[in-house]
T-cell receptor, first 114, second 112 residues
Framework: KAGVTQTPRYLIKTRGQQVTLSCSPI?????VSWYQQTPGQGLQFLFE???????NKGNFPGRFSGRQFSNSRSEMNVSTLELGDSALYLC?????????????FGNGTRLTVT | GEDVEQSLFLSVREGDSSVINCTYT??????LYWYKQEPGAGLQLLTY?????DMKQDQRLTVLLNKKDKHLSLRIADTQTGDSAIYFC????????????FGRGTSLIVHP
């Protein structure tokens, strides 16, 4: 079974631009979560989607948004990029939402904002 | 909300045992996880334990849970240089979204 796939692996953007990251979950997994990883803050939860609906949201500004498609693939968008948005963005999928379902991570998209 | 703490670094000699410690604050945390991250990669689930268990063993890995003290540890027996990585502890509470909160990660360095 293929793992979680994130594209692209690397991105370089300029302050003020916007960016879209993509995530394809493990086949059969309906939940997709997004995390931001930085050296200073560690792993911070952004949001989770389940069956095309945002079910949970972390404490990030509205510049960070996402969506999920009917095939469970998800995209994350960051608008008006700031230097502090430079991070590794990790996507994770799980089969369900509740107990016993574990997160499976992709290799991430490394975003650099200059 | 939940807060998960880990020490940042651990250095061991090849062949020794490594013990990585973690504490969490939410006593309703039901699921406790250990993930491993190698350079340039995402997080790989190593093992997890339910809060009704004290110990779980999986080959070279032993997880110990002290629920009273909200303390979790991961022991790696016969540590190898290939075990060098960042290890993350995470806790998820029941009765809600089961979104795990992650610690900052412990960087394990294994010396030959």
């Amino acid at each position: 079974k293929a793992g979680v796939t994130q594209t692209p692996r690397y991105l370089i953007k300029t302050r003020g631009q916007q960016v879209t990251l993509s995530c394809s979950p493990i086949s059969g997994h309906r939940s997709v979560s997004w995390y931001q990883q930085t050296p200073g803050q560690g792993l911070q939860f952004l949001f989770e989607y389940f069956s095309e609906t945002q079910r949970n949201k972390g404490n990030f500004p509205g510049r960070f948004s996402g969506r999920q498609f009917s095939n469970s693939r998800s995209e994350m968008n960051v608008s008006t990029l700031e230097l502090g948005d430079s991070a590794l963005y990790l996507c994770a999928s799980r089969s369900g939402q509740g107990q016993g379902s574990t997160l499976h991570f992709g290799n991430g998209t490394r975003l650099t904002v200059t | 909300g939940e807060d998960v703490e880990q020490s940042l670094f651990l250095s061991v000699r090849e062949g020794d045992s490594s013990v990585i410690n973690c504490t969490y604050t939410d006593s309703s945390s039901t699921y406790l996880y250990w993930y491993k991250q190698e350079p340039g990669a995402g997080l790989q689930l190593l093992t997890y334990i339910f809060s009704n268990m004290d110990m779980k063993q999986d080959q070279r890995l032993t997880v110990l849970l002290n629920k009273k003290d909200k303390h979790l540890s991961l022991r790696i027996a016969d540590t190898q240089t290939g075990d060098s990585a960042i290890y993350f502890c995470a806790a998820a509470a029941s009765g809600g979204s089961y979104i795990p909160t992650f610690g900052r990660g412990t960087s394990l360095i294994v010396h030959p």
